[in-house]
């Protein structure tokens, strides 16, 4: 297998508010991490689909890359909660 790159399915966006009551910027947490093939000749650009078969286009890219982490999971260790375990599983294999 080729690079993977993680990618971030996001929840419905929020409304932030300050603690002035003012409303701030949307927010938009991540709902679950998945993991997708590098798209041909790049390894940081996913290819269409999830290792789990889930599109890719709406989805954030994450900052966090499994290649410069050796010995990590291939996911950033704050969001171990929402991995997807499909995509887990498919790495693991």
Do not use: N
């Amino acid at each position: 297998m080729g690079g993977i790159v993680v990618v971030y399915e996001l929840d419905k966006p929020m409304t932030a508010r300050s603690s002035s009551g003012t409303q701030g910027g949307e927010q938009r947490p991540v709902r679950r991490v998945h993991a997708a093939p590098s798209a041909p000749g790049t390894s940081s650009a996913t290819g269409p689909r999830t290792l789990c078969g889930k599109d890719t286009f709406a989805m954030r890219t994450a900052s966090w890359r499994p290649a410069e982490h050796p010995g990590a999971p291939w996911y950033s260790p704050q969001y171990a909660s929402v991995v997807c375990p499909e995509c887990d599983a498919v790495i693991e294999t």
